[in-house]
């Protein structure tokens, strides 16, 4: 909901960091890295060590602040590159959800996961159709964070690193938080669907 300010502040930690250690690294190359390091926490989750999770969990969402910041500091953005950071995203935004559920799969887990991939699918459809359409007009939406048009919602990143942190803190109310986040993901996406019906008549 506030990402746009949020970023302007993680620039500013992280520009540093960018220049210092990342300087011979491409954008893409932090990209993937990033997906390793998520992989590993949910490994972690498998093993039910929630900490070390939640650690590397902390350090793919630093990765992933960090390739999008050395693309920009060092000139090295592209349609590519942004793709694929998105589609890692999703990677890893699915096998966590997923990881808690292996572990302790109950049958309100497996309803709540459902639930919540529901609501996922729902939103993606919401925005990325949007987006087409919006480069079809040469239009913006007022908030291109990343390497498509995305209308501002509820839940964006801030929101969502907010809620996996705590599936790791709190892994037995996991159907609650998957119930809860997937309700909120399903308004961001009506708030998107109510964008495209006041701007695209």
């Known amino acids: ?3 746009s300010v949020l970023r302007q502040k993680k620039d500013q930690l992280l520009t540093p960091v960018a220049r210092q250690l990342f300087a011979k690294i491409h954008p893409t190359t932090l990209s993937w890295i990033s997906l390793g390091v998520g992989l590993l926490s949910v ?9 070390i999770g939640l650690v590397l969990w902390l350090g793919n969402r630093t990765l992933d ?10 000139d090295k953005q592209t349609d590519l590159g942004g793709y694929i950071d998105l589609a890692l995203d999703f990677v890893i935004y699915l096998t966590v ?3 808690f559920v292996f572990i ?3 049958q309100a887990n ?4 459902v639930f919540l991939f529901t609501a996922y699918v729902i939103n993606l459809l919401s925005w990325t159709t949007l987006s087409a359409i919006l480069e079809k007009r040469r239009v913006g939406a007022g908030s291109h964070l990343t390497s498509i048009e995305m209308p501002a919602g509820l839940v964006e990143g801030a929101e969502t690193i907010v809620f996996y942190t705590l599936f790791y803190l709190l892994p037995d109310y996991i159907a609650y938080l998957f119930v809860i986040m997937g309700a909120l993901v399903l308004f961001t996406a009506s708030q998107r669907i109510w964008w495209a019906y006041r701007n695209l008549n």
Request: charged letters at 20%.
């Open 65 to 74: 602040g960090l390739d999008g910041l050395v693309a920009r500091i060092y």
């Open 43 to 51: 490994a972690a989750i498998v093993d039910r060590m929630y900490w």
């Open 104 to 106: 302790n799969s109950t």
């Open 97 to 99: 959800p997923i990881a």
């Open 110 to 113: 497996l309803w709540a996961l």
């Open 1 to 3: 909901m506030r990402d």
